[in-house]
């Protein structure tokens, strides 16, 4: 013990032994010193933050009393918002708001709100300041200025219209009859578990009207149908968002709006889709993969409407050990048991396999799209050509315009047929499946008159200036060998179609031209 004592003397008595414990100890006081005037500067801007946000921006009196000027808080309100702004030249504010007043500015709309007062224009510009950097002056009041409608209020239909608040839409229509469930908290963009039985058009307007409440939000909790579209659709609305999955009230809230040149965008099904990176905006007349928009497309054409609709979709295929969608048929929306299904007579819930993050990325893709075209920002959108092959579609035409002239011999030339690209893509994809009704093959497609002429008159159908009297239910896709053997035998040579291909394959054209009949009302 004594020998270890000695040691450390002598080592603590050494000069340099001394030198390095003067140093610890002076860098321990100076630590010491750093740390407390860290927390005590912490402590000083807690305080002062706290002092800087008054208890209540309005007096007593009721008038407006600022903290401070508020033209010297706003980066919008120190220079003047010019019509031909863009994000390369703008100037930059010159007193950009600090964290605390950006937090005061926001007590001070919300005591506003409260007293229903005015929010003056330059704290909106304020809240819009990404917005207005991005789509330009005009472009942001174009959106400022713009009036959207809503229908249905679901997953898609509630995140597409909260990021339409958010953006600063001036004033918006909410049209849904249903109200929240618990099932639709995994895919409602501002539901709770405090809104479940209250309806969806005045949760939305509860919890949105506290992140705008300048956003004028009008609510109509009721079933979109054509008896009240007039009142339903008042106001001239420079877009309608399309967010139902009642495929009869979609078609009739489409007709509507084509019918009425009002823009439209349709959302498709979200269900059993899980891949983000295939969903697709484009018209609904390329769309594809998707139970929905198939029986849209077809109901749709019914009524004339073949083309001009946006719609939002997804391109993802279903396949082993994805979600599964029940086939939508004719009956889906009819009366069921109301306690179980719905909370409206008349009609019939689907329970959908559903992922929340797709209802959400629909609806966010749609505001986008509406915003952009509001604000005539420039979008081009990946064309669908997966399905939609318009030079295929031309060449077909031609192929058949051929096949009419030799049946029918040299006497007749410059025959047309009354079909147009459109047509022969619904004609090869819709009705046919995109492959050969004789043997399924996909490659090399043709259109041929399927039965012969009567009585073999050369003559038949051919009207003035060489136009052909042939309707969709009059041919068939084949393959470019089927249609020379079916020209051959059929057409010229007065063979039965059930001697040459078969009574299956007559029972399957048979089959598929009855389909279309009763879906689209395509008769001959």
Same mark, same amino acid.
């Given at each position: 013990?004594?020998?270890?004592?000695?040691?450390?003397?002598? &080592?603590?008595?050494?000069?340099?032994?001394?030198?390095?414990?003067?140093?610890?100890?002076?860098?321990?006081?100076?630590?010491?010193?750093?740390?407390?005037?860290?927390?005590?500067?912490?402590?000083?801007?807690?305080?002062?933050?706290?002092?800087?946000?008054?208890?209540?921006?309005?007096?007593?009196?009721?008038?407006?009393?600022?903290? !401070?000027?508020?033209?010297?808080?706003?980066?919008?309100?120190?220079?003047?918002?010019?019509?031909?702004?863009?994000? @390369?030249?703008?100037?930059?504010?010159?007193?950009?708001?600090?964290?605390?007043?950006?937090?005061? &500015?926001?007590?001070?709309?919300?005591?506003?709100?409260?007293?229903?007062?005015?929010?003056?224009?330059?704290?909106?510009?304020?809240?819009?300041?990404?917005?207005?950097?991005?789509?330009?002056?005009?472009?942001?009041?174009?959106?400022?200025?713009?009036?959207?409608?809503?229908?249905?209020?679901?997953?898609?239909?509630?995140?597409?219209?909260?990021?339409?608040?958010?953006?600063?839409?001036?004033?918006?229509?909410?049209?849904?009859?249903?109200?929240?469930?618990?099932?639709?908290?995994?895919?409602?963009?501002?539901?709770?578990?405090?809104?479940?039985?209250?309806?969806?058009?005045?949760?939305?307007?509860?919890?949105?009207?506290?992140?705008?409440?300048?956003?004028?939000?009008?609510?109509?909790?009721?079933?979109? +149908?054509?008896?009240?579209?007039?009142?339903?659709?008042?106001?001239?609305?420079?877009?309608?968002?399309?967010?139902?999955?009642?495929?009869?009230?979609?078609?009739?809230?489409?007709?509507?709006?084509?019918?009425?040149?009002?823009?439209?965008?349709?959302?498709?099904?979200?269900?059993?889709?899980?891949?983000?990176?295939?969903?697709?905006?484009?018209?609904?007349?390329?769309?594809?993969?998707?139970?929905?928009?198939?029986?849209?497309?077809?109901?749709?054409?019914?009524?004339?409407?073949?083309?001009?609709?946006?719609?939002?979709?997804?391109?993802?295929?279903?396949?082993?050990?994805?979600?599964?969608?029940?086939?939508?048929?004719?009956?889906?929306?009819? +009366?069921?048991?109301?306690?179980?299904?719905?909370?409206?007579?008349?009609?019939?819930?689907?329970?959908?396999?559903?992922?929340?993050?797709?209802?959400?990325?629909?609806?966010?893709?749609?505001?986008?799209?509406?915003?952009?075209?509001?604000?005539?920002?420039?979008?081009?959108?990946?064309?669908?050509?997966?399905?939609?092959?318009?030079? &295929?579609?031309?060449?077909?035409?031609?192929?058949?315009?051929?096949?009419?002239?030799?049946?029918?011999?040299? @006497?007749?030339?410059?025959?047309?047929?009354?079909?147009?690209?459109?047509?022969?893509?619904?004609?090869?994809?819709?009705?046919? @499946?995109?492959?050969?009704?004789?043997?399924?093959?996909? !490659?090399?497609?043709?259109?041929?008159?399927?039965?012969?002429?009567?009585?073999?008159?050369?003559?038949?159908?051919?009207?003035?200036?060489?136009?052909?009297?042939?309707?969709? &239910?009059?041919?068939?896709?084949?393959?470019?060998?089927?249609?020379?053997?079916?020209?051959?035998?059929?057409?010229?040579?007065?063979?039965?179609?059930?001697?040459?291909?078969?009574?299956?394959?007559?029972?399957?054209?048979?089959?598929?031209?009855?389909?279309?009949?009763?879906?689209?009302?395509?008769?001959?």
């Amino acid at each position: 013990m004594s020998t270890t004592s000695s040691t450390f003397s002598n &080592l603590i008595s050494h000069p340099k032994s001394q030198l390095a414990l003067t140093a610890l100890a002076s860098g321990l006081i100076v630590g010491g010193s750093i740390l407390g005037y860290q927390h005590s500067k912490r402590r000083i801007r807690t305080r002062l933050l706290k002092d800087s946000i008054p208890n209540s921006p309005i007096s007593d009196s009721g008038t407006d009393k600022w903290p !401070t000027d508020l033209a010297e808080w706003s980066a919008h309100a120190s220079h003047e918002l010019s019509l031909d702004f863009h994000p @390369k030249n703008s100037k930059p504010s010159s007193k950009p708001i600090t964290d605390e007043q950006s937090i005061a &500015l926001a007590k001070k709309a919300q005591d506003l709100t409260r007293q229903n007062k005015q929010i003056p224009e330059a704290l909106i510009l304020e809240q819009l300041s990404r917005n207005h950097s991005f789509l330009g002056s005009e472009g942001l009041q174009n959106v400022r200025n713009a009036f959207i409608i809503v229908v249905g209020l679901g997953g898609v239909g509630s995140w597409c219209t909260t990021m339409l608040v958010r953006s600063g839409v001036g004033r918006i229509r909410l049209i849904d009859f249903d109200q929240v469930t618990l099932s639709s908290l995994n895919r409602h963009a501002v539901a709770t578990l405090e809104d479940v039985g209250t309806p969806k058009v005045e949760c939305m307007k509860k919890h949105l009207s506290k992140v705008a409440p300048w956003v004028e939000i009008e609510t109509c909790n009721e079933m979109w +149908k054509m008896t009240a579209a007039e009142h339903l659709m008042t106001g001239s609305p420079v877009m309608v968002v399309d967010a139902i999955d009642n495929i009869e009230t979609k078609v009739d809230l489409l007709t509507y709006c084509h019918t009425n040149s009002i823009p439209v965008i349709s959302s498709m099904g979200a269900a059993c889709k899980s891949d983000p990176t295939r969903i697709c905006v484009a018209d609904i007349s390329e769309t594809l993969e998707d139970p929905l928009s198939k029986q849209t497309r077809r109901k749709l054409r019914a009524r004339g409407i073949a083309t001009g609709i946006t719609a939002i979709f997804s391109t993802e295929k279903p396949g082993p050990g994805k979600a599964q969608l029940l086939p939508l048929n004719d009956d889906e929306f009819e +009366k069921g048991s109301v306690d179980q299904l719905g909370i409206m007579p008349d009609f019939r819930a689907r329970i959908l396999p559903v992922l929340g993050t797709m209802p959400a990325t629909f609806g966010l893709t749609i505001a986008n799209h509406v915003m952009c075209t509001i604000a005539k920002y420039p979008v081009t959108y990946t064309p669908q050509h997966a399905r939609f092959r318009p030079k &295929l579609y031309d060449g077909m035409l031609a192929q058949l315009v051929g096949s009419e002239t030799r049946i029918r011999g040299s @006497k007749y030339t410059g025959l047309k047929v009354p079909f147009s690209e459109g047509d022969i893509g619904y004609m090869v994809e819709e009705v046919f @499946k995109g492959k050969s009704v004789i043997s399924g093959v996909t !490659t090399k497609l043709q259109l041929v008159r399927w039965l012969p002429l009567k009585n073999g008159d050369e003559s038949e159908g051919v009207g003035i200036g060489g136009a052909i009297k042939i309707g969709m &239910l009059d041919v068939a896709v084949v393959t470019a060998d089927e249609r020379s053997e079916h020209e051959k035998r059929v057409l010229k040579g007065g063979e039965m179609v059930e001697e040459v291909w078969g009574q299956e394959v007559v029972e399957r054209v048979q089959m598929l031209w009855e389909e279309e009949r009763k879906v689209a009302g395509l008769y001959r």
